[in-house]
């Protein structure tokens, strides 16, 4: 399965993302990812390295159990 950090990861390596790879990610991650380019794209004015690593929703879901 496709992971958000790989997604992100590909982005910062080539700029893009396949619509296959983009189509395996599970629907939270994808939603994540989203708003992250959203962010990315407006604020970070396209500079791969600025691109949030990690999913933040993964980590607050490991902080409330």
């Not at 983009?22 to 994808?30: A, I, R, S, T, V």
């Not at 989203?34 to 929703?57: D, H």
Request: hydrophobic residues 25%.
């Amino acid at each position: 399965m496709y992971t958000y950090e790989e997604a992100v990861k590909q982005l910062q390596e080539t700029g893009s993302i396949s619509l296959i790879n983009f189509k395996e990610l599970p629907y939270e991650d994808l939603e994540e990812l989203l708003e992250e380019i959203k962010k990315w794209c407006v604020y970070a004015n396209g500079n791969k390295e600025k691109l949030e690593k990690k999913s933040k929703k993964k980590d607050k879901k490991k902080k409330k159990k």
